[in-house]
């Protein structure tokens, strides 16, 4: 059983002692920066001339320099950026303003596990990865609550890189729900194995299925996308509250007794074997290097599948059948941006 490390067992005054860079504003840099600060902590902000996050973060009032400045500047550099950048900023902005003592941190393990980050050896590296997204990691803390998060230590040059991640993530707000300790190999395999095979890739796939199966069987678009699509986070919020016992309780034995005869149909054997499959690409390095390889070709297979994606019919479908349902919130998502309606 993994171990689960609470506000106790962190030392908060460890983190306030040290200055922080948190490089990137985005969807966990900006709750990071905020929450750190919150709880007494000495932040700066590293971002690029250029980047569009700088106003934001400026308008919280919170001190911004270029990363390679932060960097220096700093005894615990967090980098928050997506994870197909961490190479190209580390070597450029980072690595020169790195020192011995230092701490390298990383909200997930890839750019580290698959050695794209590859710090000097009297530097510290460790990760503190929230199970949410960033937002939550905010809200959450604002309210006095916070969200889990995972930590693992990938190289110990002090000797107190053990204490420095859970005192980072008791500044995140994480030790108020619980963290827990992890490998870098463990938090990156397991976290592309679930969102492949399950949470992203999976699910997606499947409502996508059943849909055009409906669909070509003549029932109208509409009904089909109830079905497959809007009902499934009826039932996923069943489970997140009461696992799937609590979801069977909830729908019809008629329901039930299909969940049981059908669902091992539709995830075989075959599907068992590709899991088992990917996995083993995740673990090996193949998708690790096709997914680099892609980032440095421009990504022309990634931006093509996102198109072809986009205009998909259950998104027309969807589209429509969400504006008139406008306790929803519905977003209207084109590629690459969100715009509440
Ligand atoms: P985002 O995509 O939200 O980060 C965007 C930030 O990075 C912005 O400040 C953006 O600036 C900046 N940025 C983008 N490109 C560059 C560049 N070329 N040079 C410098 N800055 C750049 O990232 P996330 O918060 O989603 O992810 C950050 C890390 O956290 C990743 O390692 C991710 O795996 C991890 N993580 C993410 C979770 C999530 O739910 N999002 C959950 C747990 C971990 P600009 O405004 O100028 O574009
Ligand atoms: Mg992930
Ligand atoms: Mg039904």
Redesign the pocket.
Known sequence: MATIYYDADANLELIQSKRIAII??????HAHALNLRDSGCDVVVG??IE???RNRAQAEGLRVMT?ADATQQADVIMI????Q?HRE?FERDIRPGLAAGKTIL???G?SVHFAQIVAPEDVDVAMV??K???HMVRRLYTEGAGVPALWAVHQDATGQAQQLALAYARGIGSTRAGVLRTTFAEETETDLFGEQAVICGGVSALIKTGFETLVEAGYQPEIAYFECLHEMKLIVDLMYQGGMNYMRYSISDTAEFGDYVSGPRVVDQHAREEMRAILREIQDGTFATRWILENQAGRPSFLAQRRKNATHQIEQVGQELRSMMSWLHPVKQKAGEAEEN
């Not at 990137?24 to 840099?29: E, F, K, P, R, V």
């Not at 928050?80 to 994870?83: G, I």
Request: net charge neutral; hydrophobic share 30%; charged share 5%.
């Open positions: 990137g504003y985005g969807s966990q840099g971002l690029p980047s569009k996050s990363p928050l950026l997506p994870d950048i900023v990383t909200a997930h890839f990865a929230p949410s997204p960033g």
